[in-house]
């Protein structure tokens, strides 16, 4: 059965600290995105990636960076956390070039991050 | 990607077919209408899409008009489980770089017993 998962479900952090944020796909997919969502505003897509130590900005890319260094695995990094990015952090895995117009992303769990 | 209209929710008895329309005017030649849903405190799930033709899979059945600005998703018997958030997303084909969706508000579907 494909799999997403992410670090954690919940996370409590303070204003300042620096926030990782872990996903792994068992699917052996090239893309890998980090999305949050929020009430009102729907799935925004922060990052994503095609390949290993790829990158490319999304919607809203300011105040985080990412990392991957192996294909299965997707970090985003909140550098200096602020409560602006209290939010559900979805992270999502795909494969591409099937045809037909196929783009099932598989998505993770979520983590919800409070900052206080 | 072509912008798409839903209603904010809608209600269904369960066992009965739920259908959840969709518009989207301005699609061009080369989008396709994809659906997912999100149950409360999951991850989206990819449903089905289409391009020009009715399609169908063991969750769903997406109907698309013949000038294709508008589609219905039908589930044929809808089930409790089946209450989620339910999104239309219209874009082209995904290309190795910006194979990324955009999730609006979507419809609320609540199956009643």
């Known amino acids: 059965d494909v799999k997403v998962t992410q670090s954690s479900r919940y996370l409590v952090k303070r204003t300042g600290e620096k926030v990782f944020l872990e996903c792994v796909q068992d699917?052996?997919?090239?893309?890998m995105f980090w999305y949050r969502q929020d009430p009102g505003l729907g799935l925004r897509l922060i990052y994503f990636s095609y390949d290993v130590k790829m990158k490319e900005k999304g919607d809203i890319p300011e105040g985080y960076s990412v990392s991957r260094e192996k294909k299965e695995r997707f970090s985003l990094i909140l550098e200096s956390a602020s409560t602006n990015q209290t939010s559900m952090y979805l992270c999502?895995?795909?494969?591409w070039g099937l045809g037909g117009g196929v783009d099932e992303q598989f998505f993770g769990p979520g983590t919800r991050l409070t900052v206080l | 990607d072509a912008k798409t209209t839903q209603p904010p929710s809608m209600d269904c008895a369960e066992g009965r077919a739920a259908n959840l329309p969709c518009n989207h005017s301005t699609i061009s030649g080369n989008e396709y209408v994809y659906w997912y849903r999100q149950i409360h405190s999951q991850g989206p799930q990819y449903i089905i899409h289409g391009l020009k033709n009715n399609e169908t899979n063991e969750m769903a059945s997406l109907i698309i008009t013949e000038d294709r600005k508008s589609s219905t998703l039908i589930l044929p018997h809808a089930t409790l489980r089946d209450t989620a958030v339910y999104y239309c997303?219209?874009?082209?084909?995904?290309?190795?770089?910006?194979?990324?969706?955009?999730f609006g508000g979507g419809t609320r579907l609540m199956v009643k017993p």
């Open positions: 999502a895995s795909s494969l």
């Open positions: 997303i219209v874009r082209v084909a995904p290309v190795r770089a910006g194979n990324m969706l955009t």
């Open positions: 699917m052996d997919h090239e893309n």
